[in-house]
């Protein structure tokens, strides 16, 4: 499972939230536009670990936000079975780059797939109907969550693995 987004939309939180080992993370100082945002940015990937029971272990992978890392962005997609997108609701700026992101990804590898909005929460956010607009879906589609909760985020998961199960029907 690999979870996309633009900078800044909660992937290395949720994958944090979500794995039982502690995740490695390639977290480094920002040097470019992001350090006016955050301190440190994915550069590689995030990886972690979850059990969903004895014949299902999920290995998660966090990619990296910027565009210039879309190398990465194929090369996790690839092995996926399915795909977090994540959009953070608090950047109306974001809805654009997250909306080519999934387009850049499911272009190159289809996959089963669900839409996080993180950052509800936050008073200057975005309702759903924007977001909904924005990334080109329909709102049915997105799932409000907070990545810092971790049983929000097992909602998602299990949202996907619902999505999977359809589709091998
Ligand atoms: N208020 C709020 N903060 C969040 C939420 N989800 C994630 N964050 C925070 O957003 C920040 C950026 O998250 P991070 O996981 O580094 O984003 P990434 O760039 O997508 O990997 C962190 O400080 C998180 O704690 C949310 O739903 N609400
Ligand atoms: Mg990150």
New binding site residues.
């Given amino acids: 499972m690999v979870?996309f987004?633009?900078?800044?939309?909660?992937?290395?939180?949720?994958?944090?939230s979500l794995s039982e080992i502690p995740p490695i993370t390639t977290?480094a100082i920002a040097t470019d536009h992001?350090a006016s945002?955050?301190r440190?940015?994915?550069v590689a990937m995030?990886m972690g670990k979850l059990t969903v029971d004895e014949d299902l272990v999920l290995h998660i992978y966090?990619t990296?936000?910027q565009e210039r890392f879309d190398f990465m962005w194929e090369m996790l997609a690839e092995h996926a079975f399915g795909y977090v997108f994540?959009v953070?609701?608090?950047e109306p700026e974001d809805l654009l780059e997250t909306k080519k992101i999934r387009e850049f990804v499911l272009a190159q590898h289809p996959r089963p797939h669900v839409i996080g909005v993180?950052?509800?929460?936050?008073t200057q956010s975005c309702d759903l109907g924007e977001i909904a607009e924005g990334i080109g879906t329909d709102i049915f589609n997105l799932i409000?969550?907070?990545?810092?909760?971790t049983g929000?985020c097992i909602d998602v998961v299990l949202a996907l693995l619902a999505q999977v199960e359809a589709a091998a029907m």
Avoid: E, M, W, Y
């Fill in positions: 979870t987004g633009s900078v800044n939309a909660g992937k290395t939180t949720f994958i944090r977290d992001v945002t955050k440190t940015t994915t995030d966090g990296p936000g994540l953070n609701a608090s993180t950052k509800t929460d936050l409000p969550l907070d990545a810092r909760d929000q």
